[in-house]
């Protein structure tokens, strides 16, 4: 990845997350018109960062602190709307340190590592992995209609070695993978393949694979 790459990455992130503001973020969304890759990187973030809000448990502010909101606002009536938006922004910042706080206390903070295709070239799966490379995540950018009869198998496939298992997925949500002591490093393929139900029964790839991607 290139420096300009690596900016437009850095902007996608921001754009998802909401920080991006003014004329940098109307800047930015018109680019999203004519840059294709500029538009899925944008989705992929969206993807990663939308599992954050569901692990925030909600908390009800105490009493106390409605009321001193509420007596440090003006008293007039003309000013209603006002103390509307005014709780509006504080919910908002409510909100906004519980992201950045979720953020930071992640055990395992997870980096995009590549992103699997169908056959058709279309980005289909987001691969993420922590700084060790000893935990995946695969969150599919859409959902995917599997048979009960089947599953999706996630394959490792180093350079000139034979597949190695990952685990099965969740067609449908994100999926944490361990790796344990099967290292991630070097050369080699991603692929996903379609397997009976609970994984292939000779240890290898035995169904068609339908999404791959270079490590």
Known sequence: MNDRQQRDDALAAEYALGTLSGLARLRFARRLHTEPELAASVARWQTLLAGLDSQLAPITPPEKVWKKITLSLPEKPVVQAKRSY???????????????????????????????????????????????????????????????????????????????????????????????????????????????????????PTGPVLYSGQL
């Open 86 to 204: 005014a709780g509006w922004m504080v919910a908002a910042s409510i909100a906004a340190i519980a992201l950045i706080v979720q953020l930071v206390l992640q055990p395992a903070t997870l980096s995009p590592l590549t992103v699997l295709s169908d056959t058709q070239h279309r980005e289909q799966w987001v691969v993420s992995a922590d700084n060790k490379l000893k935990q995946l995540s695969l969150t599919p950018l859409h959902p995917i209609a599997v048979a009960s009869s089947n599953s999706l198998e996630l394959w490792l496939i180093p350079a000139g070695k034979t597949p190695i298992s990952l685990g099965l997925l969740n067609s449908n949500t994100a999926t944490a993978i361990a790796l344990n002591d099967r290292e991630l490093t070097g050369t080699g393929i991603i692929a996903i393949s379609l397997e009976p139900q609970g994984g292939s029964p000779t240890g290898q």
